[in-house]
Protein backbone atom coordinates (compact mmCIF):
# COMPACT_ATOMS: atom_id res chain seq x y z
CA UNK A 1 0.00 0.00 0.00
CA UNK A 2 2.87 2.33 0.67
CA UNK A 3 4.39 2.16 -2.95
CA UNK A 4 0.73 2.76 -4.22
CA UNK A 5 0.48 5.87 -2.08
CA UNK A 6 4.19 7.53 -2.92
CA UNK A 7 3.23 6.36 -6.93
CA UNK A 8 -0.01 8.61 -6.34
CA UNK A 9 2.02 11.48 -4.89
CA UNK A 10 4.97 11.77 -7.21
CA UNK A 11 3.82 13.85 -11.01
CA UNK A 12 6.24 13.45 -13.03
CA UNK A 13 6.15 16.33 -16.42
CA UNK A 14 8.64 16.63 -18.99
CA UNK A 15 9.09 20.25 -21.07
CA UNK A 16 11.18 20.67 -23.85
CA UNK A 17 13.77 23.56 -23.08
CA UNK A 18 15.22 25.26 -25.81
CA UNK A 19 18.81 25.86 -26.33
CA UNK A 20 19.29 29.01 -26.23
CA UNK A 21 21.79 29.25 -23.45
CA UNK A 22 19.41 31.99 -21.28
CA UNK A 23 20.11 34.57 -24.07
CA UNK A 24 16.88 35.72 -25.53
CA UNK A 25 16.86 35.24 -29.34
CA UNK A 26 16.88 38.08 -31.88
CA UNK A 27 14.55 37.56 -34.58
CA UNK A 28 16.31 37.26 -37.99
CA UNK A 29 15.86 40.74 -39.93
CA UNK A 30 15.50 40.28 -43.43
CA UNK A 31 17.52 42.75 -45.75
CA UNK A 32 17.37 43.65 -49.05
CA UNK A 33 20.01 40.91 -50.96
CA UNK A 34 23.46 41.93 -52.27
CA UNK A 35 23.45 43.42 -55.54
CA UNK A 36 26.20 41.15 -57.00
CA UNK A 37 26.02 37.21 -57.46
CA UNK A 38 28.47 34.45 -58.89
CA UNK A 39 28.42 32.75 -62.19
CA UNK A 40 26.98 29.44 -61.61
CA UNK A 41 29.89 27.66 -63.45
CA UNK A 42 33.38 29.72 -62.55
CA UNK A 43 32.05 31.23 -59.75
CA UNK A 44 32.82 34.84 -60.78
CA UNK A 45 31.59 37.86 -59.13
CA UNK A 46 28.92 38.92 -61.51
CA UNK A 47 25.70 41.08 -60.98
CA UNK A 48 23.03 39.07 -59.43
CA UNK A 49 20.18 38.30 -61.10
CA UNK A 50 18.94 34.44 -60.61
CA UNK A 51 17.58 34.30 -64.31
CA UNK A 52 20.98 34.83 -65.88
CA UNK A 53 23.28 33.59 -63.56
CA UNK A 54 26.36 33.28 -65.81
CA UNK A 55 29.10 35.42 -66.26
CA UNK A 56 28.99 36.19 -70.02
CA UNK A 57 32.52 33.57 -71.31
CA UNK A 58 30.46 30.90 -69.08
CA UNK A 59 26.97 31.75 -70.99
CA UNK A 60 28.97 31.68 -74.47
CA UNK A 61 29.46 28.16 -73.40
CA UNK A 62 26.56 26.68 -71.75
CA UNK A 63 24.81 28.15 -75.27
CA UNK A 64 26.56 25.62 -77.41
CA UNK A 65 24.28 22.76 -75.86
CA UNK A 66 21.82 24.79 -73.91
CA UNK A 67 21.19 22.61 -71.69
CA UNK A 68 19.04 24.27 -68.66
CA UNK A 69 19.33 21.12 -66.07
CA UNK A 70 23.21 20.36 -66.79
CA UNK A 71 24.53 20.49 -63.64
CA UNK A 72 27.31 23.21 -62.39
CA UNK A 73 29.05 24.06 -59.49
CA UNK A 74 28.45 27.09 -57.44
CA UNK A 75 25.03 28.74 -55.84
CA UNK A 76 24.79 31.95 -57.54
CA UNK A 77 23.94 33.88 -54.24
CA UNK A 78 25.84 33.08 -52.24
CA UNK A 79 29.34 31.92 -54.38
CA UNK A 80 29.44 28.59 -52.22
CA UNK A 81 29.92 25.21 -54.08
CA UNK A 82 26.16 23.31 -54.86
CA UNK A 83 24.90 21.29 -57.45
CA UNK A 84 22.86 24.19 -59.40
CA UNK A 85 21.51 24.90 -62.81
CA UNK A 86 20.19 27.18 -64.82
CA UNK A 87 16.56 26.46 -63.75
CA UNK A 88 17.96 25.93 -59.92
CA UNK A 89 21.02 28.39 -59.61
CA UNK A 90 21.24 28.82 -55.97
CA UNK A 91 21.47 26.42 -53.41
CA UNK A 92 18.32 26.15 -50.59
CA UNK A 93 19.11 28.13 -48.14
CA UNK A 94 19.65 30.91 -50.50
CA UNK A 95 16.44 30.38 -52.57
CA UNK A 96 14.06 29.80 -49.11
CA UNK A 97 15.83 33.36 -47.63
CA UNK A 98 15.31 35.36 -51.28
CA UNK A 99 12.62 33.24 -52.84
CA UNK A 100 10.17 36.71 -52.01
CA UNK A 101 12.36 39.37 -53.09
CA UNK A 102 14.01 37.97 -56.02
CA UNK A 103 12.81 36.59 -59.51
CA UNK A 104 14.05 32.83 -60.20
CA UNK A 105 13.48 30.80 -62.77
CA UNK A 106 11.37 27.55 -61.26
CA UNK A 107 8.34 28.85 -58.97
Do not use: Q
Not at 17 to 46: L, M, V
Not at 61 to 68: L, R, T
Amino acid sequence: MRLVRNSDEIKVSVAKIPKDNGKPKEKAIKSKPSTSGFCIRCGEKIKLNPMAPYCLKCFNSWKKFENEEYEEKFCHICGKPNNSSLIKPSCYGCYTANKNVLEFPLV
